[in-house]
Nanobody, 124 residues
Framework: QVHLVESGGGLVQAGGSLRLSCVVSERTDSRYAMGWFRRAPGKEREFVSAISWSGGTSYYADSVKGRFTISRDNVKNTVSLQMNSLKPEDTAVYYC?????????????????WGQGTQVTVSA
């Protein structure tokens, strides 16, 4: 069973940066891709970024491409999301998730475990 805990959220002004981290507690030897998703107020949860088990492949939503960077450390069992040039529309609860698959995935349906979320608020 995978247990995920996010941290690093907070309040930042537009143009600022935040780094989200997710610690993964895993009791099996399975290899899994990791993803970040977000839910803005009044909206559905959406894909933000994903990274394969090896870290060799990553995907980004068009809205964050060039501003966000996903990374992982399989020794420390962590995945991070560096968020630069933040915009008010990035305001949301951010969730990390562990996939059923080793390759990076965009669909929420392909993720089996989720963290509790961390709030990111970007002021104008």
């Amino acid at each position: 069973q995978v247990h995920l805990v996010e941290s690093g959220g907070g309040l930042v002004q537009a143009g600022g940066s935040l780094r989200l981290s997710c610690v993964v507690s895993e009791r099996t030897d399975s290899r899994y891709a990791m993803g970040w998703f977000r839910r803005a107020p009044g909206k559905e949860r959406e894909f933000v970024s994903a990274i394969s088990w090896s870290g060799g492949t990553s995907y980004y939503a068009d809205s964050v491409k060039g501003r966000f960077t996903i990374s992982r450390d399989n020794v420390k069992n962590t995945v991070s999301l560096q968020m630069n040039s933040l915009k008010p529309e990035d305001t949301a609860v951010y969730y990390c998730a562990a996939s059923t698959y080793a390759s990076a995935r965009r669909s929420q349906n392909e993720y089996r475990s989720w963290g509790q979320g961390t709030q990111v608020t970007v002021s104008a």
